[in-house]
């Protein structure tokens, strides 16, 4: 009796201790999906005011936690997507199911993973996606979410792939390229001298930029053609005062080498970024940056200009402005230089811009090439190179394409072409690159630019 007696008491207090052990787990459960929660706010948090790295750590922690939670997949997809690393976009994406996710971001998640495949290059899936996106979205969110748009570009790049002509395309190389993004490049006529921006740790200053996207602030760099040992010069930041501890992109350098065109944006005094100039001193280094035509305001607005580039004269000016009046977000202006008055900006039109985003403009320096990069319909996808000619009346042809393989279904922004039109040089992502983009070389001589 008292064996039985002792066992029952045992039984008692060891069941005792599971009730114990499971009223503490439960409390641990509900402490950590109080921190997952926090986590999933902080990183959604930080995901909308474009802190994607920021936003992917806490996303990962969420991971840590919980690696089956299907929220934080979905947002790290997000976050490698507006970060440009689609592959890495498409893991996390493909981890994910609609019905893992609340109703309400079900259409979200479709139009992602949409998007995301046309970035692959996946196109007959990309427009499934996309297809079913715009058949269970509203009407509001089918204009507000431009997925036409993406679905005429995912037909467009299928049609260009099946068109590809043989154009070799060449890495620049070890002298110029870094694990960093390397972009905006610009050869003088005599295609001795480049400069391009990159965003490095020994940018001036060494800052990065928190506000935004928290890599390094942008740098102007240099390389030279040297004749002797027939190669290019490593590229070292651009000696003078181009540079600041703050961002600094150049835009054109002069087709004579003599000056540089720059973006600048500086607070409380260009509002929202104005085109400046700086010249080379005997020395070799380049002076401090001025607005450009400073006193003429046809060209810096209150506005936004951002890219700029003059024929070999010097007369003649095409750049980019979101100011009032034009097709789109951002058009392609002209301006002519009479004497030492520059006249009156003109917008090139609707045959050249387009109603959605001119980023990047370019004219070879005899002024019957444009070159400008453009995120319309009749892309591959983001933002593509188109080119057209001025015929004997001095009127722009209609644009085209530049095709594949120069462009992709990834974002071709800016590019520049030797005075012979045979080489051309742009910033993109293309494989082979050493980080994020590099500066490619094309043989443009199939092409005959330049007939």
Same mark, same amino acid.
Not at 177 to 188: A, F, G, H, K, Q
Not at 213 to 240: L, M
């Given at each position: 009796? $008292?064996?039985? #007696?002792?066992?029952?008491?045992?039984?008692?207090?060891?069941?005792?201790?599971?009730?114990?052990?499971?009223?503490?787990? *439960? *409390?641990?459960?509900?402490?950590?999906?109080?921190?997952?929660?926090?986590?999933?706010?902080?990183?959604?948090? #930080?995901?909308? *005011?474009?802190?994607?790295?920021?936003?992917?750590?806490?996303?990962?922690?969420?991971?840590?936690?919980?690696?089956?939670?299907?929220?934080?997949?979905?947002?790290?997809?997000?976050?490698?997507?507006?970060?440009?690393?689609?592959?890495? %976009?498409?893991?996390?994406?493909?981890?994910?199911?609609?019905?893992?996710?609340?109703?309400?971001?079900?259409?979200?998640?479709?139009?992602?993973?949409? #998007?995301?495949? !046309?970035?692959?290059?996946?196109?007959?899936?990309?427009?499934?996606?996309?297809?079913?996106?715009?058949?269970?979205?509203? #009407?509001?969110?089918?204009?507000? %979410?431009?997925?036409?748009?993406?679905?005429?570009?995912?037909?467009?790049?299928?049609?260009?792939?099946?068109?590809?002509?043989?154009?070799?395309?060449?890495?620049?190389?070890? !002298?110029?390229?870094?694990?960093?993004?390397?972009?905006?490049?610009?050869?003088?006529?005599?295609?001795?001298?480049?400069?391009?921006? %990159?965003?490095?740790?020994?940018?001036?200053?060494?800052?990065?930029?928190?506000?935004?996207? !928290?890599?390094?602030?942008?740098?102007?760099?240099?390389?030279?053609?040297?004749?002797?040992?027939?190669?290019?010069?490593?590229?070292?930041?651009?000696?003078?005062?181009?540079?600041?501890?703050? !961002?600094?992109?150049?835009?054109?350098?002069?087709?004579?080498?003599?000056?540089?065109?720059?973006?600048?944006?500086?607070?409380?005094?260009?509002?929202?970024?104005?085109?400046?100039?700086?010249?080379?001193?005997?020395?070799?280094?380049?002076?401090?940056?001025?607005?450009?035509?400073?006193?003429?305001?046809?060209?810096?607005?209150?506005?936004?200009?951002?890219?700029?580039?003059?024929?070999?004269?010097?007369?003649?000016?095409?750049?980019?402005?979101?100011?009032?009046?034009?097709?789109?977000?951002?058009?392609?202006?002209?301006?002519?230089?009479?004497?030492?008055?520059?006249?009156?900006?003109?917008?090139?039109?609707?045959?050249?811009?387009?109603?959605?985003?001119? $980023?990047?403009?370019?004219?070879?320096?005899?002024?019957?090439?444009?070159?400008?990069?453009?995120?319309?319909?009749?892309?591959?996808?983001?933002?593509?190179?188109?080119?057209?000619? $001025?015929?004997?009346?001095?009127?722009?042809?209609?644009?085209?394409?530049?095709?594949?393989?120069?462009? *992709?279904?990834?974002?071709? $922004?800016?590019?520049?072409?030797?005075?012979?039109?045979?080489?051309?040089?742009?910033?993109?992502?293309?494989?082979?690159?050493?980080?994020?983009?590099?500066?490619?070389?094309?043989?443009?001589?199939?092409?005959?630019?330049?007939?």
């Amino acid at each position: 009796m $008292k064996f039985l #007696k002792y066992c029952f008491l045992l039984l008692f207090f060891f069941s005792g201790l599971n009730i114990f052990s499971q009223e503490r787990d *439960t *409390t641990l459960n509900i402490i950590e999906k109080g921190k997952i929660k926090y986590r999933l706010e902080d990183g959604k948090n #930080k995901l909308y *005011t474009y802190d994607y790295r920021g936003a992917l750590q806490a996303f990962r922690e969420v991971l840590q936690a919980e690696p089956s939670n299907v929220l934080a997949k979905f947002r790290i997809a997000q976050c490698y997507y507006e970060l440009k690393r689609f592959d890495l %976009s498409k893991k996390y994406i493909d981890q994910v199911t609609d019905g893992g996710l609340k109703k309400k971001m079900r259409k979200e998640f479709i139009f992602l993973k949409g #998007k995301i495949y !046309h970035r692959n290059e996946q196109l007959p899936e990309a427009i499934s996606y996309l297809e079913q996106y715009k058949g269970k979205a509203k #009407k509001k969110e089918v204009l507000d %979410s431009e997925v036409d748009r993406f679905i005429l570009q995912c037909n467009y790049a299928e049609d260009a792939i099946k068109r590809e002509r043989a154009i070799e395309i060449v890495n620049f190389g070890d !002298h110029v390229n870094t694990v960093n993004p390397e972009y905006s490049p610009s050869i003088t006529a005599d295609g001795k001298t480049m400069i391009f921006t %990159s965003r490095r740790p020994d940018t001036k200053g060494g800052g990065v930029d928190l506000d935004f996207d !928290h890599k390094y602030y942008e740098d102007i760099y240099v390389t030279t053609w040297d004749d002797e040992d027939e190669e290019w010069s490593a590229s070292k930041g651009i000696p003078g005062s181009l540079n600041t501890e703050f !961002h600094d992109a150049c835009l054109n350098i002069s087709a004579d080498g003599k000056y540089i065109y720059i973006y600048r944006n500086i607070l409380n005094v260009t509002r929202t970024g104005d085109i400046y100039v700086s010249k080379k001193s005997k020395s070799g280094k380049w002076g401090t940056p001025k607005p450009v035509a400073d006193n003429n305001k046809e060209i810096n607005s209150t506005y936004f200009e951002s890219s700029a580039s003059l024929t070999a004269e010097g007369n003649e000016m095409y750049f980019v402005s979101d100011r009032p009046g034009g097709n789109g977000l951002a058009d392609i202006y002209y301006i002519k230089k009479t004497g030492s008055t520059w006249g009156e900006a003109v917008n090139l039109g609707s045959e050249i811009n387009s109603k959605y985003d001119e $980023k990047f403009v370019y004219v070879h320096p005899q002024g019957n090439l444009l070159f400008f990069s453009s995120d319309g319909v009749n892309s591959m996808g983001g933002y593509d190179i188109f080119y057209c000619k $001025k015929n004997g009346e001095g009127k722009w042809g209609i644009p085209q394409n530049m095709g594949s393989p120069i462009n *992709t279904v990834l974002d071709e $922004k800016t590019f520049t072409i030797t005075a012979d039109g045979k080489t051309g040089y742009i910033g993109a992502y293309y494989e082979g690159s050493k980080g994020e983009s590099d500066i490619f070389k094309i043989d443009c001589s199939s092409l005959k630019l330049i007939e």
